[in-house]
């Protein structure tokens, strides 16, 4: 069963940088439910959208699996023959979790998908020649220097006709936009049962580690990259999701 986050309830001396260590990966679904709107919704059509697009006898990336909630979600809707889906994550916690969540997913559900997870750096892993690539809010805990090579390196593992799915939480260049997006996100934390002490503490700890881009920027970095077509095709307040084609 997921333990309820309360790791930023009581007042905390000192505010440190946001890991993905043990104790988030213990309540990390609670935490996603709880913080991102729409994040349900992403989920369940990475799996549908990937059904879509996964083609026979190759290979889908999840990188930044976290648990793996869209390995589980792309394995319910999966049918393609010869699929493998590769999950990869740099902490170690998330990924002993997620290697859980899925033998779990094997015990319940018969001749799913392969799936594998391995433990490792998305600026180091070699890809190969693949169909479709997740990356479910992984892009902006990469350093910012970094997010062209990552999208460029994807884009040329990735066959004709494959895809990107790419989620992120967005800044907005409007300051006014920017302000009362914020404001409603706070309020719908609330609404899930976070205090104030909880919301502010939290928005410390992930401030210096989780960089965020506007949506136009996402859009002309994938360009950049190589990808023929890139479109937002969810948003819900600050978070959102592209699909962008090889």
């Known amino acids: 069963m997921t333990d309820v986050d309360k790791l930023f309830a009581a007042p905390l001396p000192q505010v440190s940088d946001f890991v993905f260590d043990h104790n988030v990966a213990r309540v990390f679904p609670d935490m996603i439910k709880r913080s991102i709107p729409g994040y349900p919704t992403i989920v369940e059509n990475i799996g549908v959208i990937a059904a879509q697009y996964a083609q026979p006898d190759t290979l889908i990336y999840d990188l930044g699996c ?71 809010f992984t892009l902006q805990f990469i350093a910012p220097q970094h997010r062209l090579a990552v999208l460029s390196r994807i884009r040329d593992a990735l066959l004709p006709g494959g895809v990107l799915i790419l989620s992120e939480k967005f800044r907005f260049a409007e300051s006014n936009v920017q302000h009362h997006l914020e404001q409603v996100h706070y309020a719908f934390k609330r609404a899930n049962g976070y205090s104030d002490l909880e919301i502010a503490q939290k928005r410390s700890a992930i401030e210096n580690v989780m960089l965020l881009d506007t949506q136009q920027a996402h859009l002309e970095r994938l360009q950049a990259a190589g990808f023929s077509q890139a479109y937002t095709w969810f948003q819900c307040l600050n978070f959102g999701s592209i699909m962008a084609h090889a």
Do not use: F, K
């Open 66 to 136: 976290s648990l793996g909630a869209a390995t589980q979600s792309m394995r319910r809707h999966l049918r393609s023959e010869g699929c493998r889906i590769i999950a990869v994550d740099n902490a170690e916690a998330m990924v002993q979790r997620c290697r859980e969540y899925l033998s779990a997913q094997d015990s319940m559900t018969e001749e799913l998908v392969p799936a594998s997870v391995v433990q490792g750096d998305i600026l180091e892993v070699e890809l190969q020649p693949c169909s479709v690539v997740i990356l479910n």
